[in-house]
């Protein structure tokens, strides 16, 4: 069953009816649960189960014809799953929303339930390694075309719009040059032109900024990264129109990319304290970049709330704060790019990002590796650029690291 911002089988645990009462997101992320077991379990437990029984026939049959929102299989439902569905639609303000395995699988879903052979999609072309590949060597498989437009020059977007353009696919901010799209223009554009606004808005979280109330039909997001926050498990989630994401189960349902029970679990627990920790990841951040702006050893530092971002405007207009995430230039290019990795004490080089623990890549060596070195300077991953995910850790450890680190380049 998808979610639809109604609870399907979910209670708000308070003591007044739901009916009575409004709550901020923030609030419903933490207190919606799946309803109470004759236990009376003050935490949601787990489901991990494959199936799910009936009483009789009849319950079956009707079951299987789409008739009432029963669990059948945890393939199609679960309610670990769908808690964590439901915060996410709360938190997003969507209408409907399905949770998937991975990041990734949310947006291959997204796309393939969507588009057909003939139809165009356009994408601003600072993307993650993994979606441009699906874009570029996948969809194509599949009769679909794609063209690209640059993240920084909004001006010539409208013009690579078709007839055929069925729907526009962005990151914001970018991926990993931290490029800000304006959400409100770019909303008017998709509606203009009647094509279908889809925005990945992993590196900010719907605490932090809310693509639906700008007028996109689609948002994605991989769970694996700020959503569960430390670390542990992999998963994804679109939210959006319903009548879209119903398109998005069914392909879903029959295709298998299903969040395990374990995982949704997991995640849901983890969207109770997303709001506090994006903000100290934030606050941490800003401090870091603020204090490494004028660092020799650097060309440049971006971070969307410094003053020196070009996108600043559009980050104060659209975000809450500027994330976990910022990126800088070292001087030295790629060999000073190895020895800063290598001369990193406590930061840790991993493939992943929005952990409660401060990780530093390369993406160009990395993330970004399959793009060629033309496609890779077309989205500003130069040989020295260096990545930051700003974890939880005391700021100035975080930033003692990185200088120490500096000094060796």
Same mark, same amino acid.
């Given at each position: 069953m998808i979610g639809e911002g109604t609870n399907h089988g979910k209670s708000i645990q308070t003591k007044k009816p739901m009916e009575e009462q409004t709550y901020h997101p923030i609030t419903q992320a933490i207190r919606t649960q799946t309803e109470r077991t004759q236990e009376m379990e003050h935490a949601t437990p787990l489901f991990l189960t494959s199936s799910f029984v009936f009483d009789n026939a009849e319950d079956m049959r009707a079951a299987f014809a789409d008739?009432?929102?029963?669990n059948i299989y945890s393939r199609f439902s679960n309610p670990s799953v769908q808690e964590f569905t439901d915060k996410m639609v709360a938190l997003e303000g969507a209408e409907a929303g399905f949770a998937t395995a991975s990041g990734m699988s949310a947006v291959f879903a997204s796309f393939m339930a969507l588009l057909k052979a003939g139809d165009h999609l356009l994408s601003c072309n600072s993307i993650f390694g993994s979606t441009h590949t699906v874009i570029t060597k996948y969809l194509p498989k599949y009769g679909i075309e794609y063209s690209y437009v640059p993240a920084d020059k909004p001006e010539e977007w409208e013009a690579a719009i078709r007839p055929n353009t069925k729907m526009l696919y962005i990151e914001t901010p970018t991926n990993p040059g931290l490029d800000l799209i304006d959400l409100e223009w770019v909303g008017q554009l998709t509606k203009k032109h009647n094509i279908l606004l889809n925005v990945d808005n992993c590196f900010a979280t719907p605490v932090n900024q809310k693509p639906i109330d700008f007028g996109a039909d689609l948002v994605v997001h991989s769970a694996t990264k700020w959503i569960d926050g430390q670390g542990r498990v992999m998963g994804g989630v679109v939210v959006g129109k319903k009548e879209l994401i119903k398109d998005i189960y069914l392909?879903?349902?029959?295709? &298998?990319? =299903? *969040?395990s029970p374990f995982n949704g679990w997991v995640l849901s627990k983890s969207l109770e304290t997303l709001d506090v920790r994006m903000e100290r990841h934030a606050g941490n951040a800003l401090k870091i970049a603020t204090a490494l702006q004028d660092h020799?050893?650097?060309?440049?530092?971006?971070?969307?709330?410094?003053?020196?971002?070009?996108?600043?405007?559009i980050a104060q207009k659209q975000m809450q704060n500027g994330g976990g995430l910022l990126c800088f230039e070292l001087t030295? &290019?790629?060999?000073?790019?190895?020895?800063?990795?290598d001369s990193l004490k406590m930061l840790s080089l991993t493939a992943n990002l929005g952990d409660t623990r401060s990780i530093a890549s390369h993406p160009a060596s990395t993330t970004h590796a399959k793009l060629t070195e033309e496609?890779?300077? =077309?989205? +500003?991953?130069?040989? &020295? *650029?260096?990545?930051?995910?700003? &974890? *939880?850790?005391?700021?100035?450890?975080?930033? +003692?690291?990185i200088l120490q680190a500096l000094e060796k380049c």
């Open positions: 008739e009432t929102e029963d392909f879903c349902r029959s295709t &298998g990319p =299903a *969040l020799p050893k650097l060309s440049w530092v971006k971070y969307p709330f410094l003053p020196s971002h070009p996108q600043y405007a030295g &290019g790629l060999e000073s790019g190895r020895k800063f990795l496609e890779r300077l =077309a989205v +500003n991953i130069t040989p &020295g *650029l260096i990545r930051i995910s700003v &974890g *939880l850790e005391h700021a100035d450890d975080i930033l +003692n690291d």
